[in-house]
């Protein structure tokens, strides 16, 4: 397994210092470097990368910005930010980061990082050969996780117990307090995936990531009400009629999918 990886990074001697101590693992290969956000995107779409090593702070469009838009699109490369500025950590995490490295840091730091991307391809490449195969054996928890799927209906949890609900039920799905949580029309129930595992088992013709906290289900929105700096509000069709947040970021997409 080889993991190409994504500098990008405004900065030509930090390119060339990771550059450099990536050239000591043996299964990564650099094939491409960006100055910026925009540059990073065109390579994204022309080359299946891995890792991109993200700067935070760069002219335009931020490392924190990038790493959302990818966050958007399912099979975009795992995501590791590189930067100076520790009071970033949190936002870094909340758009689905798998590591966050402080500069400067050493080689055995960057591996540490390194393995965590590891270990979600050699699970993403699991994911892919058990959907392959028939569901004829019992009592394997993680082939049962797998054929959910295929029976269309998401395991999640209420007081203790395991419900399997079908994705119509669902109105909204978000994040609070680092845990993720399904909304129905009668419950609230505890979800088992993150949010971005979540929206890969999702319909996306119904099913929208609207902000990195929430997605929805649009076919139980109600009412669209255009908020500021280009953001909206989603009124929702539940009993309580609650309102879920569109982020600039994703008000385009939204836009795109309504014909608005």
Known sequence: MTLKALIVDDEYPARKELRYLLENFFDVEVVGEA????????????INYTVVFVDIQMPGMTGLELGELLQQHSGFPYVIFVTAFEEYAVKAFEVDAVDYLLKPFDQRRLGQALEKVRKLVEQNQARQRDSKNYPGEQGDPSRQEQYLDQLDRLPAEKQGKTLLISPEEIIYAYVQEDAVYIRTDKDTLLSRFSLKELEGRLDPKHFFRSHRRFIVNLTKVREIIPFFNGTYSLVLLDEGGSEVPVSRNHARRLRELLGI
């Open 35 to 46: 100055t910026n956000a925009q540059e990073a995107l065109k390579l994204i779409s022309a």
